[in-house]
C-alpha cells in the first residue's frame, strides 16, 4: 500500500509543471485525495482535496486559479497541475489519503507520499 | 503562520518522556478531532495519532495523545534515537473549511 510521487522538478518562472501521485495496493476510489505544500522552513499548507470518483476538486481559499486537481482512474494516478509558476510555489508538495466515509472534522491521512520538490528558479 | 501552535523543539536523553502541545482555538481543535504525524527526514509523514488518543495500529505505545479543550498533547516516552525527526499535528478548522496544521516540532535525542 503506497502512493508514489513523481520527480523533482526545476521550473523557470511563468512555466506549469504537473505532479503525480500514483496509488498502489489499496481501491483507488475508496479514499478522497489530498494536496498539501511545505515550502522551506515552513509548516504544512493545506492546498485541498479531489473525489477520485467523480473527479471533483476542493480547493483551498489560497489555491484557487492556478492549482488544478485532477485524477486518472485507468492508473490510479492523481495530479497536481501549477501554472504561471513563481518563486514563491516553490516546496515539496505532498499527495495523501483521506477517508471518504468520514466528515472533514474526522479526517486523518494514514497514508501519504513522499514529496515533490518543485523549485522555480530563473 | 500556522493556525496551531507548536514549539520548535523539544530535546531530552534517551529513555525519558517528550511532551509536543499543539494549541488551536473552538474553531479547529475545540470541536474537531486532532491527528498526529511523525516526519522522518527522506520519508513519507506517518499517522501516528487519530481522533485524539487513538494510537495507530504498529505503533509502538510509547506514543500517546490527548487532548484538553482548545489544546493537544502529544507524548513520547521512553525516547530513542529512532524518534528524531519532526512532529505535527492537524485538524479541521470549521471557520476557514480548511484542514490545518501545526508548525511542526523538531525532537532531538540528546
Redesign the interface.
Known sequence: VQLVQSGSELKKPGASVKISCEASGYNFHSHFMIWVRQAPGQGFEWMGWINTITGVPFYAQAFTGRFVFSVDTSVNTAYLQISSLKAEDTAIYYCARAPKWLETDYWYFDLWGRGTQVTVSP | Q?VLTQPPSVSAAPGQTVTISCSGSSSNIG???V?W?QHLP??????LI??DDNV?SGIPDRFSGSKYGTSATLDITGLQTGDEGYY?C?T?D?DLS???????TQVTVL
Open positions: 500556522s470541536r474537531s478531532y491527528s504525524y527522506g520519508t513519507a509523514p506517518k499517522l487519530y481522533d495507530v505535527f492537524g479541521w470549521r480548511a484542514r490545518v496544521f501545526g508548525g511542526g
